[in-house]
């Protein structure tokens, strides 16, 4: 598994907010905690993760929640990644072992690296605004949105 729930419930929540964002909706933790069936707590741990980081937005108060700014540069998915995982999470070895590297690798180990920059390339292209619009589009199918 290349990412952490964490970081799975993060980018599912972050597509979310992009799509009511659009929307003119500022959205709440238990709406979103719902949409991508997360504990509130840990959600609510996790989005104010990605405002410290200025990832997404957030406002207090009636009418407050969570959204993305339209003014906003587009969100880079290997932002939201790196905030969550930390810059080595496509330095991990493919069978989780602690001790796999060039000089010791695992059996996958060629074929994994190779895997991962493929991976890491594309999600430092791709924005969650260009992935919201696939869903929104129906070109691309969540079946929690």
């Known amino acids: ?49 990605l405002v410290k980081h200025k990832i997404i937005s957030s406002s207090k108060g009636p009418g407050g929640g969570f959204f993305i700014d339209k003014k906003a540069k587009p969100i880079v998915i290997m932002d939201i990644v790196e905030v969550i995982d ?22 996958i180990h060629d074929q994994f690296v190779n895997y991962s920059q493929r991976l890491k390339n594309l999600l430092e292209k791709k924005t969650i605004q260009e992935f919201s619009a696939s869903i929104v589009a129906g070109k691309t199918f969540i079946s929690n949105f």
């Not at 970081?7 to 929540?13: L, P, T």
């Not at 659009?22 to 905690?33: D, P, Q, T, V």
């Not at 930390?86 to 060039?102: I, T, V």
């Open 1 to 49: 598994m290349m990412f952490s729930k964490s970081c799975e419930y993060v980018i599912k929540a972050v597509l979310h907010i992009c799509i009511k964002s659009k929307e003119g909706k500022k959205l709440g933790i238990h709406e979103i905690a719902e949409a991508i069936e997360s504990p509130e707590p840990f959600t609510a741990k996790i989005l104010q993760t």
């Open 86 to 107: 930390g810059k080595a999470a496509f330095e991990r070895c493919g069978l989780g072992l602690k001790d796999c590297d060039a000089s010791h690798p695992c059996p």
